[in-house]
């Protein structure tokens, strides 16, 4: 347990508090990972249910490599793990990690991504950067949501459909258009802050699941061709290679559809009838 000393402005102030070192930099040295940050994944993990086994995972601004060290533990040897950073990231002995030393906003390092996830895209882009501290609370906030958008962009173009983004942002004034923003392109979202965050600390992390990129949604209406029977009797049609799921509809029917739900992967319509007029006409005399 840390020792007491003296309190200071009013505040009772801890050895590990003042060192800097607490509970979770002790654990990280205990059991080998690069940095404290890593319980904060871990417990973000726990809560969001993001990895599994066989998962193509980006980690944006790596170093040292903590986050990186629990997503290769978490996705197993089946999976992928991809970090990148300006900073050079030492190899990770216990992990087939691959590391790019580069500015991910660069076309060039975007293109080493893509090269190293493959077409099929990521399943998680997680992001655990923070700007330099200036030390002025606005500026520092503003730096933050600037990476954090930069983050949501590489996102957006490395994730596969249905796929996860975990970013890192400091709270102020620009937070919630920022959460809307990303709100805007996943089925949902929730603002998490894990226990392994300091006390003292502004940070919160931003969990939005199943990245949507559907071409339709709901409210659309759209003529559609059934071309295949679904195991549920429902009629499937295709939108750009997007499933669509119609009820009521046979096998080679050209239908009038109103998409109710928008899913990542595939969404569901029904029929909408038309050539009915919208009011009955009459012949009753006057």
Not at 8 to 34: C, F, L, P, V
Not at 54 to 65: E, N, R, Y
Not at 94 to 113: A, F, N, P, Q, S
Not at 118 to 126: L, N, Y
Request: charged share 30%.
């Amino acid at each position: 347990m840390n020792r007491r000393t003296t309190p200071i402005n009013g505040r009772t102030i801890y050895d590990g508090a003042m060192s800097g070192k607490d509970e979770y930099y002790n654990k990280s040295k205990q059991q080998g990972y690069r940095a404290r940050s890593a319980y904060k994944l871990k417990q973000i993990d726990e809560e969001a249910n993001l990895f599994e086994r066989g998962d193509t995972v980006v980690d944006l601004g790596a170093a040292p490599g903590g986050w990186l060290q629990v997503a290769a533990e978490e996705v197993g040897e089946s999976g992928t793990v991809v970090g990148v950073d300006l900073q050079r990231i030492d190899d990770l002995d216990d992990h087939d990690v691959e590391t790019i030393r580069g500015d991910m906003t660069e076309e060039r390092t975007r293109h080493y991504l893509r090269e190293a996830i493959g077409e099929r895209g990521a399943d998680v882009v997680i992001s655990d950067m923070a700007p330099n501290m200036t030390g002025e609370y606005a500026l520092d906030h503003a730096r933050s949501v600037h990476l954090a958008r930069q983050a949501f962009d590489v996102a957006e173009e490395l994730l596969a459909p249905g796929g996860d983004f975990v970013v890192k942002v400091f709270q102020g004034e620009d937070l919630d258009a920022f959460r809307e923003d990303v709100r805007a392109e996943f089925e949902y979202l929730r603002t998490v802050s894990p226990p392994a965050s300091r006390d003292s600390s502004s940070e919160v992390y931003l969990v939005a699941k199943g990245l949507n990129t559907a071409p339709v949604a709901a409210g659309d209406r759209i003529e559609v061709t059934v071309e295949e029977r679904g195991d549920e009797g429902d009629g499937i049609a295709y939108v750009e290679g997007y499933s669509i799921f119609v009820s009521d509809a046979d096998v080679g029917e050209t239908v009038t559809v109103e998409v109710v739900d928008a899913k990542p992967r595939f969404g569901f319509a029904t029929r909408v009838d038309v050539g009915t007029p919208d009011s009955d006409e009459s012949d009753e005399g006057e």
